[in-house]
Nanobody, 123 residues
């Protein structure tokens, strides 16, 4: 299984971005998926997660009002819609997968990670 995030880039405060994470492998619909971000010199920070069924999800407090996670099993892709972006959202965003299938909020619950995509929000 491999993951590849895309969709990052430079944006202005208040703009929106949709990140995508494509899953290469079988049984995508059995995996729980998460988005994390990392600031320079800091540990990964949880952003959002969705369960295998799409019926359960979790958000960090910083993401609850502005971000939305979704999945498209037909495309083996998980999305992170980010609205009203702020400079403090500037980070490398990575996606992760867990065969357990739940919407975990802890990074150590995920065994599969993909390379991140840089999001830079300027004021």
């Amino acid at each position: 299984v491999q993951l590849q995030a895309s969709g990052g880039g430079p944006v202005q405060t208040g703009d929106s971005l949709r990140l995508s994470c494509t899953f290469s492998g079988s049984s995508f619909n059995m995996y729980g998926l998460g988005w994390f971000r990392q600031f320079p010199g800091k540990d990964r920070e949880f952003v959002a997660a969705i369960s295998w069924s799409g019926g359960s999800w979790q958000y960090a407090d910083s993401a609850k009002e502005r971000f939305s996670i979704s999945r498209d099993d037909a495309k083996s892709t998980v999305y992170l819609q980010m609205n009203n972006l702020k400079p403090e959202d500037t980070a490398v965003y990575s996606c992760a997968a867990s065969r357990v299938g739940l919407a975990f909020t802890r990074a150590d619950e995920y065994k599969i990670w993909g390379p991140g995509t840089q999001v830079t929000v300027s004021s």
